[in-house]
């Protein structure tokens, strides 16, 4: 089941035993459980009806015990299991998920980590309740995420605004989530748009620079530009990490590499095979004229040589700074 039927159930009070929520991204795990220990009983209901337990606490056959208990002076209990990947003998748990309590609904967070399908306990939850996999977000997927997520809270953004954002907050959704409502708050009364200065003013990221504006400064060939976004990097190192930097532009090039290699330029099956937004594809049509795909293969390979370096291989005194410059240097002169 997807995070919104789930959520859609819920709203609709249609229950299961028991929901597993297993999976390396926790932000929908979180919004799952959270949203059964705030809806689904009464504030009257709660205190005999609601129990939270830890993983690293409880083994299964103390959330068993708990899971089989009946419901006092209401239709249901909750159990909330957090951290469940640490549930000692977490298997055991195939003897409650085989007959569930209908009463009660067992929510089980495991995080970053999945159980076996092949196993009697995924088979069992499958047949008696719900398993969620909530899988970590591709880097391409943040910037519409973050469109839509404002959308659904009355709010817009332009696409370079929210590609902004997403390369410089990583995919970490609940950290981007909790940004997104520092700029909900800030904006002026009666605004709903959201763009780079005030991304700039509240939240401490630069619009003029980040990875976004250093991909541009190469496209146009300004050195001027790009020599100054690196400086302000290495004086800025611990908010733009060089790992970040050139994973960004891994990325980047990559599409532009990827651009290069496609017979069908049309605008439709660019954004659909180098999965961006149609908004970014005039973008990587620019890129790819001034790197062609040996250009653009070319870079890719310093790409790697440079993450090896920044990792201490073949390295023994040059500064992250220095090697970002020397990196910037020869993409310019290819």
């Given at each position: 089941?997807t995070?919104?039927?789930i959520?859609?159930?819920?709203?609709?009070?249609?229950?299961?035993?028991?929901?597993?929520?297993?999976?390396?991204?926790?932000y929908?795990?979180?919004?799952i459980?959270?949203?059964?220990?705030?809806?689904?009983?009464?504030?009257?209901?709660?205190?005999?009806?609601?129990?939270?337990?830890?993983?690293?606490?409880?083994?299964?056959?103390?959330?068993?015990?708990?899971?089989?208990r009946?419901?006092?002076?209401?239709?249901?209990?909750?159990?909330?299991?957090?951290?469940?990947?640490?549930?000692?003998?977490?298997?055991?748990?195939?003897?409650?998920?085989?007959?569930?309590?209908?009463?009660?609904?067992?929510?089980?967070?495991?995080?970053?980590?999945?159980?076996?399908?092949?196993?009697?306990?995924?088979?069992?939850?499958?047949?008696?309740?719900?398993?969620?996999?909530?899988?970590?977000?591709?880097?391409?997927?943040?910037?519409?995420?973050?469109?839509?997520?404002?959308?659904?809270?009355?709010?817009?953004?332009?696409?370079?605004?929210?590609?902004?954002?997403?390369?410089?907050?990583?995919?970490?959704?609940?950290?981007i989530?909790?940004?997104?409502?520092?700029?909900?708050?800030?904006?002026?009364?009666?605004?709903?748009?959201?763009?780079?200065?005030?991304?700039?003013?509240?939240?401490?990221?630069?619009?003029?620079?980040?990875?976004?504006?250093?991909?541009?400064?190469?496209?146009?060939?300004?050195?001027?530009?790009?020599?100054?976004?690196?400086?302000?990097?290495?004086h800025?190192?611990?908010?733009?990490?060089?790992?970040?930097?050139?994973?960004?532009?891994?990325?980047?090039?990559?599409?532009?590499?990827?651009?290069?290699?496609?017979?069908?330029?049309?605008?439709?099956?660019?954004?659909?095979?180098?999965?961006?937004?149609?908004?970014?594809?005039?973008?990587?049509?620019?890129?790819?004229?001034?790197?062609?795909?040996?250009?653009?293969?070319?870079?890719?390979?310093?790409?790697?040589?440079?993450?090896?370096?920044?990792?201490?291989?073949?390295?023994?005194?040059?500064?992250?700074?220095?090697?970002?410059?020397?990196?910037?240097?020869?993409?310019?002169?290819?």
């Open positions: 089941m995070f919104e039927t959520i859609a159930d819920l709203k609709q009070r249609k229950f299961r035993p028991i929901y597993f929520l297993m999976g390396d991204e926790p929908y795990i979180d919004k459980s959270d949203y059964v220990a705030a809806n689904v009983l009464k504030e009257e209901e709660k205190a005999f009806n609601q129990t939270v337990l830890y993983g690293k606490d409880v083994d299964a056959a103390a959330v068993t015990n708990a899971a089989k009946y419901p006092m002076m209401a239709p249901n209990q909750v159990i909330l299991v957090k951290e469940a990947q640490h549930i000692r003998n977490v298997e055991d748990l195939v003897y409650y998920a085989g007959t569930p309590l209908k009463s009660t609904i067992l929510v089980i967070c495991y995080k970053y980590k999945k159980i076996d399908k092949r196993k009697k306990l995924y088979k069992a939850l499958e047949k008696e309740g719900v398993i969620f996999e909530s899988k970590k977000m591709y880097d391409d997927k943040l910037p519409a995420w973050i469109v839509q997520h404002l959308k659904e809270e009355g709010y817009s953004i332009a696409p370079p605004a929210a590609m902004l954002l997403s390369e410089s907050l990583g995919n970490d959704l609940s950290k989530e909790n940004e997104l409502q520092k700029l909900i708050i800030t904006l002026p009364q009666g605004k709903k748009a959201i763009d780079a200065a005030h991304i700039e003013q509240n939240i401490g990221i630069s619009k003029d620079f980040n990875s976004v504006e250093l991909q541009k400064a190469l496209v146009e060939r300004n050195a001027l530009k790009a020599f100054r976004i690196v400086d302000y990097f290495g800025n190192q611990k908010n733009h990490p060089i790992n970040m930097i050139i994973a960004s532009m891994y990325g980047f090039f990559n599409k532009v590499f990827m651009y290069g290699m496609l017979e069908d330029k049309s605008s439709q099956n660019v954004a659909e095979k180098l999965k961006v937004h149609p908004f970014f594809v005039s973008e990587y049509q620019k890129a790819a004229r001034v790197f062609p795909p040996a250009k653009s293969f070319q870079i890719l390979g310093w790409l790697r040589e440079y993450d090896l370096r920044t990792k201490g291989v073949g390295n023994l005194s040059a500064t992250p700074h220095d090697l970002l410059k020397e990196m910037i240097y020869k993409f310019m002169t290819v």
